[in-house]
């Protein structure tokens, strides 16, 4: 079982930026290809970015591609999203994502573990 906990969302304004973080304590960290997810009022949950295990293999969603940093640090056993140029559309819940598949998966059924999510404001 791997209990993953974000942290670090709130309001901001369109145009800014926002880091958001997920922590995942235990030792099989590293193994997981972790991936960050969000979820609009009334909308699919959605792909956001991904990274592999060794942190060696990054993925993104085209809508964010340029502007979000998928990172990790697997002393801290933590993956983050700096999101920069934050638009309006990017107001949802973020939530990240433990996956043992060894590549950078977009699919939500590949991933087996969900955090309780945090919600990103970005205001116009």
């Known amino acids: 079982q791997v209990q993953l906990v974000e942290s670090g969302g709130g309001l901001v304004q369109a145009g800014g930026s926002l880091s958001v973080s997920c922590a995942a304590p235990?030792?099989?960290?590293?193994?997981?290809?972790m991936g960050w997810f969000r979820q609009a009022p009334g909308k699919e949950r959605e792909f956001v970015a991904a990274i592999r295990g060794s942190g060696g293999g990054r993925s993104y969603a085209d809508s964010v591609r340029g502007r979000f940093t998928i990172s990790r640090d697997n002393a801290k056993t933590t993956v983050y999203l700096q999101m920069n140029s934050l638009k309006s559309e990017g107001t949802a819940v973020y939530y990240c994502?433990?996956?043992?598949?060894?590549?950078?998966?977009?699919?939500?059924?590949?991933?087996?573990?969900w955090g309780q999510g945090t919600q990103v404001t970005v205001s116009s």
């Open positions: 994502a433990a996956s043992t598949q060894q590549w950078t998966t977009f699919q939500k059924r590949d991933y087996t573990y």
């Open positions: 235990g030792r099989a960290f590293s193994t997981y290809t």
